[in-house]
């Protein structure tokens, strides 16, 4: 079995900046693709973010383009998301997902995947 740890969360001001981090731990295989996902209170879980095995191909939701920055180190099984320029409305909590074999290109349109992490809470401040 693998498990997906989430940290890096907090509490930020409006204009500020966190850096998640995702850790695979478990049995040995690389994941072919990981993302990121959020939900806020009373609203559906979202895509944010999503990254290739190799790291070359990212996508990215509207809402996040030009402020997150996904990446990842395989030689640690982590994932990461930069987040800049942090909105309230950024304010959810944020999950990690990761998927053997499916494609990073289609994460954010498929509900289901094969590894979910507990999620971190982000709070952005006005």
């Known amino acids: 079995q693998v498990q997906l740890v989430e940290s890096g969360g907090g509490l930020v001001q409006a204009g500020g900046s966190l850096r998640l981090s995702c850790a695979a731990s478990?049995?040995?295989?690389?994941?072919?693709?990981m993302g990121w996902f959020r939900q806020a209170p009373g609203r559906e879980r979202e895509f944010v973010a999503a990254?290739?095995?190799?790291?070359?191909?990212?996508y990215y939701a509207d809402s996040v383009k030009g402020r997150f920055t996904i990446s990842r180190d395989n030689a640690k099984n982590t994932v990461y998301l930069q987040m800049n320029d942090l909105k309230p409305e950024d304010t959810a909590v944020y999950s990690c997902?990761?998927?053997?074999?499916?494609?990073?290109?289609?994460?954010?349109?498929?509900?289901?995947?094969?590894?979910w992490g507990q999620g971190t809470q982000v709070t952005v401040s006005s």
């Open positions: 997902a990761a998927d053997r074999f499916a494609a990073a290109q289609t994460m954010g349109v498929r509900a289901a995947h094969d590894y």
């Open positions: 478990g049995r040995s295989f690389s994941m072919n693709a």
């Open positions: 990254i290739s095995l190799s790291g070359a191909n990212t």
